[in-house]
């Protein structure tokens, strides 16, 4: 009985360790190789920049049984028709102001941040900016005096100045209604848009 | 200005630095450690130690303020704005736990490879950088906050990323500190002996270092930038600092019990596969909703529902030890965090993180205070107890290893320092449990995640009591460091008899 069997033994348990981690490890990186082939931008799952050049809604899908982004037709944002390039330059800049201004660290972004600011995910269709007509002129005013244009509904929290300019807030709206058009697999659930019915 | 001019400023500058030196040299007769019984290495170690410390302070001072504005909103409004908090809060955190990682190495490096340490005068370098890089990275938090939407910004003043929110400037300066810690790592054992403990860690180093790369770059598409991002968040927190933690752990219940090295070393293989066998892939639970595609929902609710299992092992391994030796160690306030550790990472980051991980679920709990509730007791039960253990080891053996146990003189201040940091954290734990409960239901399932859904949420009794118990045991947890702070500078202080340490059987 004084034998070690073989799966308490050190150096079976050894090979393993580091079998398991080599294979799940290539597993990750041939996954990591499909995963960022099938998010760049212009594909199915997530839209090409000038995605912002047209009407984007989320409506549940009986057939998927999930909430899905529908791209429709033109709906141009500040009244102007966006190439590829330009569309991506602006997405761009908002992206940058999103991490320059921290906005992480309050809201979230596809869910991830931080839980005092509402999710910005699907923000571009809240319902909060009451008709498509009235929606640029109004995130933009909030981005750019938050403090006089506040959205608190009633509980006192309310977004600092952040000193965005009217560039940059373009741009944040601009990234948002690129970041509204991605799919997420049905997250947020059962997210009403402002062209929602009801 | 009374004394006028430049030699007025001067003077005065000279006088506060005599006072300053004054009150130091007060402090260190006070706390009477003598560090000519560290050997050089481990004087490093606990220079790592102290601004771990000090760190630690930084992150509750800054919870606490983050935690006083979910009750009154108007707290420091536009001076130090929420998203400035809470990201000292957690950076704050991330830092300390890597001080107190690299200091637990260093103590033991000697110890493990049987000779010096190669680098010791880059190592003390690369600590004063770090440390330097640190304390500008934070009075850049602090002070200037945010830049316009401009690379510069993101270079030198904030990425605005989660966790990883130090600017580009310090990231480099993160992966030099840490090359110079590996190759004092590698450079010690190859010139002393190798080891199980040191095979582990030494590839352990390789990932936790390669993976800090991934977060480096600005990405204009969301989903890939999260994608990277997750790779250093996910893969460093549950499953790099996770193998750190059990390299720290074996080599600790090897000097706190004398537990046999083969025993250790060979749970240290099986916590490595089952750790990596399950995390590596189970970073797909943070797949699922930012655009990747569908098969992520399966991998990830796979993987992440078998991260539990090494912390189970974990516990048995811990738990099974200290009771094969009668619970007989020359250090009870370091063994007490240990079984604080064992159990707390298993609650913390084991079941409270299976409870929102299957995606069924996740897709109501994410992004809601689940995740708060979640990160508190993981972040405490797997890395603060550890540390925390280590800063009790260290702080015997600078003492002269005294005797430590329950019995010693002023033996309540570390018990109550123990029970009131785990009470305190447990607390806001499920304070915080009971608020994403609540957001789930009602912003998430009911209201849709829209805005006014999500404020309906943040205004109902449910969770705004939550919040404030949230404060309240938050307080407690303040209390409890305060106290733990005073214990270490005090512990074992005019203690004359001798600590027992178990020779390994």
């Not at chain 2, 403990?197 to 890939?224: P, R, W």
């Not at chain 2, 320092?417 to 009470?423: D, K, S």
């Amino acid at each position: 009985m004084n034998e070690t069997p073989l799966w308490a033994s050190e150096s079976f348990w050894k090979k393993t360790a580091i079998w398991v981690t080599a294979g799940s490890f290539l597993i990750l990186v041939v996954l990591t190789f499909d995963s960022l082939k099938q998010t760049t931008a212009g594909t199915q799952r997530v839209p090409a920049y000038d995605v912002i050049n047209k009407k984007i809604d989320y409506q549940f899908d009986k057939e998927l049984n999930k909430f899905m982004p529908v791209i429709g037709g033109e709906e141009l944002l500040f009244g102007k028709e966006f190439t590829e390039e330009e569309a991506r330059e602006l997405v761009d800049l908002g992206k940058k102001t999103t991490q320059a201004k921290n906005c992480m660290n309050c809201h979230t972004l596809l869910g991830n941040g931080a839980y005092y600011a509402p999710d910005l995910t699907k923000a571009w269709l809240d319902q909060g900016w009451i008709s498509p007509e009235m929606r640029e002129d109004m995130m933009i005013k909030f981005l750019m005096d938050p403090g006089k244009n506040a959205r608190t509904y009633g509980t006192g929290r309310k977004m600092p100045d952040l000193g965005i300019t009217e560039t940059e807030a373009k741009g944040i709206v601009a990234f948002l209604k690129w970041m509204s058009s991605i799919d997420t697999n049905g997250f947020p659930y059962n997210f009403k848009t402002l062209y929602a019915e009801d | 200005m009374k004394s006028g001019g430049l030699a007025g400023v001067i003077e005065n500058a000279g006088v506060l630095v005599d006072r300053s030196r004054g009150y130091w040299q007060d402090f260190q007769n006070w706390v009477q450690l003598d560090s000519s019984r560290l050997s050089p290495g481990r004087q490093l170690a606990v220079k790592y130690f102290i601004v771990a410390v000090i760190l630690f302070c930084a992150q509750i001072l800054f919870g606490l303020l983050a935690a006083l504005q979910f009750i009154f909103p108007g707290f420091l409004y536009e001076f130090l704005d929420f998203s400035v908090n809470r990201m000292v809060h957690i950076n704050a955190m991330v830092i300390w736990m890597l001080y107190g990682f690299l200091g637990s190495i260093y103590w033991l490096l000697e110890d493990e490879s049987g000779t010096e340490i190669v680098g010791l005068k880059y190592g003390i370098w690369a600590f004063w950088i770090l440390t330097g890089a640190v304390a500008l990275v934070v009075l850049v938090y602090l002070f200037v906050q945010i830049g316009a939407g401009e690379d510069s910004s993101l270079w030198l003043i904030n990425e605005g990323r989660e966790y990883i929110e130090a600017p580009r400037w310090a990231d480099f300066g993160i992966v030099a500190v840490v090359l110079t810690f590996f190759y004092n790592v590698v450079a010690t054992f190859s010139k002393g002996k190798w080891s199980g403990i040191a095979g582990v860690l030494t590839l352990d180093l390789v990932a936790l270092a390669g993976l800090y790369v991934a977060g480096m770059f600005y990405m204009t598409n969301i989903t890939h930038e999260q994608y990277w991002w997750w790779w250093v968040i996910h893969l460093w927190v549950e499953a790099t600092w996770e193998v750190l933690v059990g390299v720290i752990m074996a080599w600790s219940l090897m000097k706190l019990l004398g537990v046999r090295r083969k025993i250790v070393e060979t749970w240290l293989y099986i916590e490595v596969a089952l750790m990596f066998g399950s995390g590596i892939l189970g970073l797909g639970h943070h797949y699922f909703w930012i655009g990747t595609p569908e098969y992520w929902l399966t991998i990830g609710g796979f993987f992440s529902a078998l991260e539990p299992i090494p912390l189970v092992a974990m516990v048995v391994h811990a738990v099974y030890d200290s009771g094969a030796h009668s619970f007989k160690t020359g250090n009870h306030p370091a063994l007490a965090w240990i079984i604080a550790q064992a159990f707390g990472n298993f609650f913390g980051a084991g079941v409270w993180g299976f409870m929102h991980t299957l995606p069924q679920i996740n897709l109501y709990t994410h992004g809601t205070q689940w995740s708060a509730s979640h990160g508190h007791l993981a972040f405490f039960g797997a890395y603060a107890t550890i540390n925390i253990a280590f800063f009790y080891l260290a702080i015997q053996h600078w003492r002269g290893d005294v005797w430590m146990a329950g019995g010693i003189k002023h033996a309540w201040r570390w018990k109550w320092a123990l029970g009131l940091l785990n009470v305190g954290v447990l607390g806001m734990t499920i304070a915080l449990l009971i608020a994403g409960y609540e957001q789930s239901f009602v912003e998430r399932a009911v209201e849709g995640s829209t805005w006014g859904g999500y404020f309906a949420a943040q205004s109902q009794p449910a969770f705004q009591s939550a919040m404030t118990w949230r404060l309240f045991f938050g307080l407690i947890t303040a209390s409890g460091l305060v106290l733990l702070v005073w214990d270490l500078l005090t512990i074992g202080k005019g203690e004359e008899r001798k600590a027992e340490m178990p020779q390994q059987a």
